[in-house]
């Protein structure tokens, strides 16, 4: 039986029309439908009456499965001729681990397809107000995890590095981490006055924002009792959102109508 399809597809960062159409095509067409936690329940109407969900949940960065099994679920309904979309929040290829479900589709011969999606740094910032290059401001962004793999051999990304690079820092899964992050920029010279945020749930229903500097955004979060997903941006172009946060202003206006 020649194998089917596999898509790994960018579900983008939680509001379903943020999707691409080439997402909303393939989910049209697929028979069966691999989700993460973080993809909304909306996206999988999009496909067609039939088609085989399964969850293959993640939550805090936690597995509910081994990667190796995905992996594997993949692999097989492939070969069983299906045509199979992998759907992952944000983008497939940021923090998303679809570079060893790509690895693993490659390996056992099934043809696979990347379909971007709009990463949660992109759609944080977007939805905050904060541009994230500016003329004046910042020429260069940063995608960091603010939780790595323990099991990795050197696990520690090594923030004193990036505190030199008048670059905008956009922190993944930064949360739980933020006050030794924050430490550990400070330390390697980055100002405690520089502007930082959080935005928590960005583009949804849940959407919130807590802004304020390097010195004080990890005790700010820490009060607000923000939780997963939440984006950390930090750089003088946070600033920003004090006055371009459309997306909150839009809400409350049509909250008062
Ligand atoms: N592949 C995804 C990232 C997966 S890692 C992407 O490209 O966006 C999961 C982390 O992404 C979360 O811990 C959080 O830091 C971030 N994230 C995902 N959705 C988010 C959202 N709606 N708002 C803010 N951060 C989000």
Known sequence: MTPGTVYLVGAGPGDPELITVKARRVLGEADVVVYDHLVDADLLE????????IFAGKKG???CRP????DGTLVRLALDGKTVVRLKGGD???????GEEASALEAAGVPFEIVPGVTSALAAAAYAGIPLTHRLHSSAII??????????????????DYARLKATLCIYMGVKNLATIARRLEAGGLAPSTPAAVVQSATTDE???ILGTLGTIAALAARAQVEAPAMVIIGEVAAFSDRLAWFE??????AAR
């Open 143 to 160: 995608l960091l995890t603010g939780h790595e793999d323990p099991s990795k051999e050197d696990a520690t990304v090594r923030w004193e």
């Open 67 to 70: 990667q190796s099994e995905i």
């Open 61 to 63: 960065g936690q597995p």
């Open 92 to 98: 497939p290829f940021v923090f998303g681990r679809g």
């Open 249 to 254: 202003s839009s809400r409350q206006l049509a």
């Open 46 to 53: 999009l496909t067609r009456p039939g088609c085989e969900r």
């Open 207 to 209: 959407h919130r924002r």
